[in-house]
């Protein structure tokens, strides 16, 4: 089932009519979902084929505005959607859906090009930015802690969730234009009278 659910949509948004070995969709449906008194065994699993894609898409969409805007919506929905037929999630959280993103962009660079190089830099950024948000943390140390330590026994080192990133591209200004523009957008659009 889960092999159905991560087949890419048609160019229509819709199920795929026929399965990998060319057998009708239709078919293999039935091998596994029963149909009920409104909808087909095909219907039923295209609506959990749809939900799904449109989930995984809507948070990549939502996770990396900064590779969007370099790419362009429709340049990047094509990337994601070929990324996502290549990695489909294999974690419970939707968190980790960007993981493998640059490792994508690198061994497919079509999807990114001629940008691949700011593309890259800003996955990396963005990327950094969810490990960032999520990650575990360490406790903060308190002034009280390094006084009380003898020197000898003290080490200090970064958060883990951090990340040390080397970048061609101002990538981190560029995001924060991104964001403020989305921003003053919505505020526009939310001072609009009904």
């Known amino acids: 089932m889960a092999t159905a659910l991560f087949r ?3 160019q229509d948004d819709r199920m795929q009519r026929t399965w990998v070995d060319g057998r009708a969709m ?9 149909p009920n008194d409104r909808l087909s065994s095909f219907e039923r699993l295209e609506i959990y084929n749809r939900v799904y894609w449109f989930r995984v898409l809507d948070c ?8 969007r805007a370099v790419l362009g919506d429709e340049r990047f929905m094509k990337l994601i959607t070929a990324y996502l037929t290549k990695y489909p999630s294999e974690s419970f959280t939707l968190r980790n ?4 993103l640059e490792k994508f962009i690198r061994d497919e660079p079509k999807w990114a090009y001629p940008h691949q ?3 890259l830099d800003m996955v990396r950024f ?4 969810v490990v960032a948000f999520d990650d575990p943390a360490h406790p903060n140390i308190m002034p009280d802690d390094i006084l009380d330590a ?8 970064l958060q883990p969730y951090l990340t040390l990133l080397q970048l061609d591209y101002a990538v981190d200004e560029f995001l924060i234009a ?4 989305d921003s003053d957008r919505r505020s526009d659009a939310e001072s609009v009278p009904p």
């Open 60 to 67: 990549l969409y939502d996770d990396y505005p900064g590779l």
């Open 8 to 10: 890419p949509l048609t």
């Open 26 to 34: 239709s078919k293999v449906a039935e091998s596994f979902i029963k």
């Open 97 to 100: 859906l960007g993981s493998r």
């Open 178 to 181: 991104v964001r403020k523009k």
């Open 117 to 119: 190089p700011v593309a």
């Open 126 to 129: 963005e990327w950094a930015q």
């Open 150 to 157: 003898k020197p000898q026994k003290l080490r200090l080192g």
